[in-house]
């Protein structure tokens, strides 16, 4: 049986991943062929480093946050991700990698751990399992937006983590992150996501249908706020 598709939405705060994500899974619903997650979180130990992350009164530097994403990540992978995409079950991502490439390391001014990082990736979250000669190769979709336009709308849902309130500078440094990372990798688009959320939905959900050759249907129209 072929393995699934892995496909990671990727966006910087308020690029209204969550809800292309969650009309995704609405529209794919009565279908057994795709998963859902996101990160950090998705199991048991993801959760708590969910909740450890987001806690504002908990300071890191970025190793240590680098550290404990990836820690999520790998527990994701090896729980979920990899078990459903040995099933034929594709896989799509609220996050994934670059998301860590582009906050810990590229904004943060910590290419020093790029090595740590590619090797962790490459040991442990692309290969398939310990014997395989093949390595996943995910799909990046890169909702890409000025900072400004994200954190705006973030704002005006009311929906901001201690992640979104630091400065506009180190938004700006996260997209540039995005796009180097994405470029580097086999399989990736880049999504104008200044656009109505009808718009960016549509876009996926076509690049969505062609990654993995199943017709998602279009849903009825959202509200025009992320979620
Ligand atoms: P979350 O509440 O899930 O927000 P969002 O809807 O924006 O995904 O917060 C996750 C935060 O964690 C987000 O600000 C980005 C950050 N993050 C990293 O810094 N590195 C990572 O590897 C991942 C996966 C997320």
Known sequence: MPIG????????????????????????????QFYFVREPGGTR???????????????TVPVEELLLFMASRLALFREVVRPKLLQGI??????????????????????GLEDMFRHIRRRYV????PGVTDWLHPYYIFLD????????????????????TR????????????????????????IDASRSLDDVYEEVRVSI???????????????DTPK
């Open 145 to 164: 937006l000025p900072p400004e336009v994200g954190l705006k709308r973030k704002c005006q849902v009311g929906l901001q983590n201690h992640f979104d």
């Open 5 to 32: 598709k892995l496909i990671a939405l990727e966006g910087g705060d308020g690029s209204g991943k969550r809800t292309v994500s969650q009309r995704l899974k609405d529209a794919v619903d009565h279908t057994e």
């Open 209 to 223: 249908s062609q990654i993995t050759g199943i017709e998602i249907p279009c849903l009825q129209t959202v509200a």
């Open 45 to 59: 130990l993801g959760d708590k480093i969910r909740s450890v992350l987001l806690d504002t009164e908990v300071t």
């Open 167 to 190: 400065e506009l500078e180190f938004h700006q440094k996260v997209r540039e992150g995005y796009l180097h990372f994405v470029r580097g990798e086999r399989h990736y688009k880049v």
């Open 126 to 129: 692309l290969p398939l399992d």
């Open 90 to 111: 594709h896989v799509v991502t609220d996050r994934l990698d670059a998301s860590s490439y582009a906050y810990q390391l590229y904004a943060r001014d910590e290419l």
